[in-house]
């Protein structure tokens, strides 16, 4: 038995989200009772990462990777990784599980509450979050996996999952009593997510606003009732109520948003993306003060009321559907653009900060042999 082992990861600076080096730590061996070592194999990166990056202080996805340094810290993926080594009970040698990672050749957790379905890390460190991050789904007991389509489930799972409890938490509120939505960064992948589900709900207006460049694309989907340019928010009807809600994350789009809408403006949700400051001043605005949504506390909710059997099945029928209109082999909404090695996942990182990515394209990264 080894008594040591080599991690390799990709460390972000906090407060330059698009900066990144590696770095490679020692871990010691044997691992202890209940411990489970696990080999990243393979990992989506999108803008959703890059908001866990921007709101890690605040909403502690640093906590989850703690790296013993200050100003750096390890960005959460969602990815598929396999059991190299096991001390706990019911976790095998070679099985395959899905949940967060960081960008590491290796993870090792405390593996807690193990059942058929997967296991919760326990490591103390990891309980300042909500339970969804800190579970590990066992690939061979999961409804939804399918060997052959890992990596567009690996993009769209973690993005759909904010996309349909977004648009239940609005249609649980009633929309706050708004007849239109207006969504900011209109072609990212977890806003037009969002903008599919909303379809269930034909009285509500689903508005995307997006740059010029992305207009043809959005138009393309047909799940944005309309879609206007930046430029173009002064032609939207500033009487009808109103309910904003912000993927893009620019307070300069927030104050001409307000401005326009005036009172009309019944709700402001933020969703969050890369540009968003995580310490900016919410109060800065008059009510309806800028509010965050977060996901977690409407799946906890949803839970209580459903049961966790009818929200993983409300859940994954939505899924299916989206995953299926957005794979159409006669129009795929999205082209998955395949990376190897740290290096890549730095350069689309890099690409993700500045906003140049093409919004039909998604990324995925393995570190197989990396």
Known sequence: MRDALSVTSLRTRQDAIGTCRLDTVPLPLPLQAGEVLLRLDCFALTTNNLTYAAFGERMHYWDLFPTGEAGWGQMPVWGFGEVLMSSAEGVAVGERFYGLFPIASHLKVQATRIKPHGFFDGAEHRQTLAPVYNHYQRCSTDPAYQP???????????????????????????????????????????????????????????????????????????????????????????????LYLDFAGSPDLRERVRQHFGAALVYDCVVGSAQHSAQEPQQRWPAPH?????????????????????????????????????????????????????????????????????????????????
């Open 148 to 242: 052959g389509l890992e990596h567009p489930l690996l993009v769209v799972r973690p993005l759909f999952t904010t996309s349909f409890v977004c648009a239940d938490f609005l249609a649980d509120q009633a929309f706050f009593g708004a007849r239109q939505v207006v969504i900011s960064s209109a072609s990212s992948k977890t806003a037009y997510g969002t903008a599919h589900c909303l379809g269930a709900h034909p009285g509500i207006a689903r508005i995307g606003l997006t740059s010029p460049r992305h207009q043809d694309f959005l138009r393309s989907l047909g799940c944005y009732d309309r879609v206007v340019g930046y430029d173009e928010l002064a032609s939207l009807s500033a009487t009808t109520p109103t």
């Open 290 to 370: 800028p509010a965050f949504f977060f996901a977690p506390t409407q799946i906890q909710k949803r839970r209580a009321e459903w049961g966790v059997a009818g929200f993983e099945q409300r859940l994954q029928s939505a899924q299916t559907a989206f995953l299926r209109t957005i794979s159409d082999p006669q129009q795929p909404w999205m082209r998955i653009r395949h990376g190897q090695g740290f290096a890549a996942a730095s350069a689309v990182i890099v690409e993700l900060h500045a906003g140049r990515t093409d919004p039909r394209e998604a990324h995925v990264v393995s570190l197989a042999n990396a």
